[in-house]
């Protein structure tokens, strides 16, 4: 097949105008076309006056030899033979994994990068174990809702942890900026779409899925981890790791201890625990495996009507079918060093009370599919760094996470309301007294003060500076009624536990750290994708 990038055409072209616009590329007749599929679709909405959809097409070809076609556009980039794109295992069951003392594989957590962990060791034949501290979902999704609805946390089952991850609970975005040679994030769409998402996921250039989707997916995956042998068990959290020390000083796992007081026998096992696990990265650190410090950011949510969003990047074509909700994607580097940008942006969606501690409160924003509520909302955060921001020690960035989160939980009244401010007060540095057109859409509620000593004074400069920026090229940015909600911790992972080329840790072999709590992927699609490369480690290592 021939693969044929940036064929562009209007919005509101016809189906017949695809094999036309091949036909006319190639130079040839339609009836030489055997078949084609969308292999990807974008847009290019530069001028918004003429915004364009652009197409990635693999082509069959009936009458003519594709060699002679490569032959003659051979200097044309935008033509080439179709790369192979499915997935190789890299083992499978009949290659007789060794059996007596090797141990069934283990997973800790069961999110997006410990699902795929699981689901591919399973496909391999290994039959994973799975543990995951919190609930599975439908139960899980009963208890977030009793926190956003009637303020009853349960710190075990919320939006950070239980079955899907902290992924379950937001957009369900499935692109990412992971360089991705072996087109493993193709076989993470094209399992997701096995187990339930549109079919659209595998060709549209920014696929998402939203919560509601996201429930059933998960649950199917994990229906089929258990039919091909695996196992899943919940309300298991981790309480030490098991370890033999061998002559060089590198210690080797051999198991590890659940808080129930359970013993689960192992040589590899990978740890996919999410980035708000912090009692484990204690236990962790305090058995001695190798972890470090590093960047994360912190921030407020902020809420715009979505069709301010829309008409900012779409103009007249604001509201198209095609087009969907609009997004956007900001940075700003500030006058003191610092750098701004908007982080998880949800189209359509609203802010969701996302902390996993008592007393303290944290935002995220989330999605369902249709991206239809009436706002839009992201993250406006400032990237801070250990050596600069909390050189003390490996936790110190934890110890802020949770100093910012607690004294939110107190200006928004100690009841899990989150304090929030109008844009045009922030600007001008003055305590908002009532809502304007925006309402925000957190549960269980907001309540209004100065958000200027929720964050570092470098962090709300900073903000202070971007939000005018980011007017400059979202007009209706900093719109006095739009909301800032704080605050924002939990961007992503403040530590890293070290692993080797091989994927284990660096001090402690069988242990896979994995994902985005070990400071590996951020997001969906790249903690799957991390979840494949670790399942393929451990297999292979198996096979040794």
Sequence with gaps: MLRLNEIKLPLDHDADDLMAAIAERLGIAEDDICSFKVFKRSYDARRKAKILLVYQLDIELCKLRESQLLEQFKHDSRIGPSPDTDYCFVAHADMHFPEGEQQRPIVVGFGPCGILTALLLAQMGLKPIVIERGREVRQRTKDTWLMWRKRQLNTESNVQFGEGGAGTFSDGKLYSQVKDRRHLGRKVLSEFVQAGAPQ????????HIGTFKLVTMVEKMRAEIIRLGGEVRFGLKVESLLLEEDVDGVSQVTGLTTASGETLLSKHIALAIGHSARDTFQVLSDQGVYIEAKPFSIGFRIEHPQSIVDQAQFGEYAGNRILGAADYKLVHHCDNGRTVYSF?????????A?????????????????????NANSAIVVGINPDEDYPDNVFAGIDLQRELESLAYTMG???YNAPAQLVGDF????VSKALGSVVPSYQPGVTLTDLSNALPKFAISAIQEAIPAFDRQIKGFAMSDAVLTGIETRSSSPICIRRG???????????????????????ILSAAIDGIKVAEAMALDILK
Excluded: H
Excluded at 200 to 207: A, V
Excluded at 354 to 374: H, P
Excluded at 501 to 523: F, I, V
């Design 501 to 523: 080329e091989d994927y284990q840790s660096t001090n402690t072999r069988g242990l896979y750290p994995a994902g985005e709590g070990a400071g590996y992927a951020g997001g």
């Design 344 to 352: 998880c942006m949800c189209p359509g969606g609203t802010v969701v």
């Design 413 to 415: 009244g100690e009841n």
């Design 354 to 374: 996302a902390t996993s501690e008592e007393c303290r409160v944290v935002t995220n924003g989330m999605s369902q599919y249709s991206r239809n509520e009436r």
């Design 200 to 207: 659209e996921i595998l060709f549209i250039s920014k696929p």
């Design 427 to 430: 600007l001008q540095g003055r």
